[in-house]
């Protein structure tokens, strides 16, 4: 047996409403909608990783999603211009990341990051 994907599945009464947090601002693809269940991600680019965290690093709550992106600070800048209220950073960590955490349309704490 071998898994070939971890997806993360969120409640959401209103399953469209991730449509300008995940696609208009990060870029991610409408993969699949069936109305009740919309799930976005990259044809491209595909792994597999799950993380168990009791903090966030740098003493930070622990983020519910983290995505990693090729420009922090243009998904940044594009998260500030949509509205969405950034709670954390950017910030350069010791771990060699550059991240910041905003909130999603259903309150989920996102860790948004690069690797340096």
Not at 16 to 45: C, P
Not at 73 to 97: L, N, S
């Amino acid at each position: 047996m071998k898994v070939k994907r971890i997806v993360s599945n969120i409640q959401a009464h209103d399953p469209q409403a991730a449509k300008r947090f995940y696609q208009d601002v990060l870029g991610l693809d409408l993969l699949m909608d069936h109305g009740w269940i919309a799930t976005y991600g990259s044809a491209e680019e595909m792994s597999i990783q799950i993380s168990f965290a009791t903090e966030g690093g740098s003493h930070t709550p622990v983020p519910e999603l983290s995505i990693e992106v090729d420009d922090v600070d243009a998904a940044h800048e594009r998260m500030r211009e949509a509205g969405f209220a950034i709670e954390y950073g950017p910030a350069d960590e010791p771990w060699g990341v550059r991240r910041f955490y905003v909130r999603d349309p259903f309150g989920k704490l996102v860790n948004i990051l690069a690797h340096r």
